[in-house]
C-alpha cells in the first residue's frame, strides 16, 4: 500500500495510534447512494509498521443540510476536516479491537461511520456506525467531545492531550495553530482564551507576531502542562522555553531556558534545512527527489536572503503540490515558521 500522509496520534483504548488519512475515496458515493465519504482514515501502530484498521467517515444525503461548519471555528470546515474526524474518533464508541477484528477479514474492511439522523451507535452488521447529527456537525461534535457541556476543566484537557501527542509525534516542532483549531470543537474565540489562561499558568507555550490584538501562529504543550495531563508528581521532562515574536526582516527577542535572547542565524536554517534533505533522499516513495531537492534548495536560499516574499510564497506552493509532508515540517518548524510567516506578511503589503 502507498505510504499515507500522518494526520494526528491520538489515544484509543489508553493506547497510542497514528492517524493517517487516503484520499483516493473522498466523494464517493457508498452503493449508489446520494450522500458521499468524507474522509477514509487509516490507523496504524505507533511505530508505522502494521495497519490496525480503517474508519470510512460518510455523510448521508439527507443529512448534508444539517453539516453547515461554524463560521466562527475552523473545526469541521473541509479544508482540514480530517483533523476533526481524527480527534474526534477517541470520543466514540468504537473500540480498537472491533476495528482491528473488521479490517482482517477479507478485503480488509473498513467500519462505516455514517453521520445521519439515525441513533447513535453500531447497526446489527456490526460495519456501519451511524452518528446522529444534531443541528449541526460542531454542536453533535462538542457533545461527543465534552460530554455534559464545554467547562474549562474538559477544554484545557482536551487542548492538553491534542498537544501531547503532537509533541510525542513530532518532539521538535510546534502545532500549527489553524490544525489545533480544526481538531477541538470550539470556537475560535474560547480556543483562543483558553490558549492564553494555559500559556500564563505556563502549561502551553506559543510562536507568536506582536500584532493587537496577539496572532498566535503555532502552540507547544510544556513539561508543567504535560504534568498536568497526567497527574504526575513529576514526569522528568524537561523542554526548553520558547517565545518568539517576529519583528521586521530578522526573527529577534527569541528566549531558549529563562532570558536568554539570541538571534535565528543562517547557520540554524542551513541545519534545518540539511537534516529535511537528507530525508528526502532518504525517502523511499519519492519519484522526483532531484526536482523536489532543487526546490528545497532553491527555498532555502530565499528564506536566508529573505528579499523575495512572492518568490517565497511560490516556491513554497511548489513544495506543497510535490510533497505535502515536506511543505507541513517547513511550516511546522519553530526556527522556520517565523521567517515564512513573516515573509508571507509582508506579500499582503506589496
Avoid at 40 to 68: A, K, M, T
Avoid at 212 to 219: F, L, N, T
Avoid at 223 to 252: C, H, R, W
Wanted: net charge negative; glycine share 6%; with cysteine.
Amino acid at each position: 500500500m502507498e505510504r499515507l500522509s500522518t494526520v494526528a496520534r491520538i489515544i484509543i483504548d489508553g493506547k497510542p495510534y497514528l492517524v493517517l488519512r487516503d484520499t483516493s475515496v473522498e466523494g464517493m458515493t457508498i452503493s449508489g447512494g446520494f450522500g458521499h465519504v468524507l474522509r477514509r482514515l487509516f490507523i496504524e501502530d505507533i511505530n508505522g509498521s502494521n495497519l490496525i484498521g480503517c474508519i470510512v467517515f460518510y455523510l448521508d444525503f439527507p443529512s448534508s443540510f444539517s453539516w453547515e461548519a461554524n463560521e466562527n471555528s475552523l473545526y469541521g470546515s473541509n479544508e482540514r476536516l480530517e483533523y476533526s474526524l481524527a480527534n474526534l474518533l477517541p470520543h466514540l464508541d468504537i473500540g480498537i479491537k472491533h476495528i482491528n477484528e473488521a479490517f482482517k477479514r477479507s478485503g480488509q474492511q473498513c467500519i462505516i461511520c455514517n453521520l445521519n439522523g439515525n441513533i447513535s451507535g453500531f447497526n446489527e452488521d456490526k460495519i456501519n456506525y451511524s452518528i446522529q447529527l444534531k443541528d449541526n456537525f460542531f454542536k453533535t461534535a462538542q457533545e461527543l467531545v465534552f460530554k455534559g457541556g464545554v467547562t474549562r476543566k474538559k477544554a484545557k484537557r482536551e487542548i492538553l492531550t491534542i498537544l501531547l501527542n503532537g509533541l510525542e509525534e513530532n518532539p521538535n516542532t510546534y502545532i500549527l495553530i489553524d490544525n489545533l483549531k480544526s481538531s477541538i470543537p470550539l470556537t475560535t474565540k474560547e480556543l483562543f482564551f483558553q490558549l492564553h489562561i494555559l500559556k500564563e499558568e505556563d502549561m502551553i507555550d506559543f510562536v507568536a507576531s506582536p500584532s493587537d490584538p496577539q496572532k498566535i501562529i503555532s502552540v507547544k504543550i510544556k513539561a508543567k502542562g504535560v504534568k498536568e495531563l497526567e497527574a504526575e508528581s513529576d514526569t522528568g521532562l524537561q523542554y526548553p522555553q520558547m517565545v518568539k515574536q517576529v519583528f521586521g526582516t530578522n526573527i529577534e527577542n527569541t528566549t531558549y531556558g529563562p532570558n536568554s535572547p539570541i538571534t535565528v542565524s543562517i547557520e540554524q536554517i542551513k541545519t534545518v534545512f540539511d537534516a529535511l534533505q537528507k530525508e528526502i533522499q532518504e525517502h523511499p516513495q519519492i519519484s522526483n527527489k532531484v526536482e523536489l531537492s532543487e526546490i528545497v534548495k532553491e527555498l532555502e536560499t530565499e528564506i536566508t536572503k529573505k528579499e523575495n516574499p512572492n518568490k517565497v510564497k511560490e516556491l513554497l506552493e511548489k513544495v506543497k503540490v510535490s510533497a505535502d509532508w515536506v511543505y507541513t515540517r517547513l511550516i511546522n518548524n519553530p526556527i522556520i515558521s517565523g521567517i515564512i510567516v513573516d515573509l508571507l506578511i509582508k506579500t499582503t503589503h506589496m
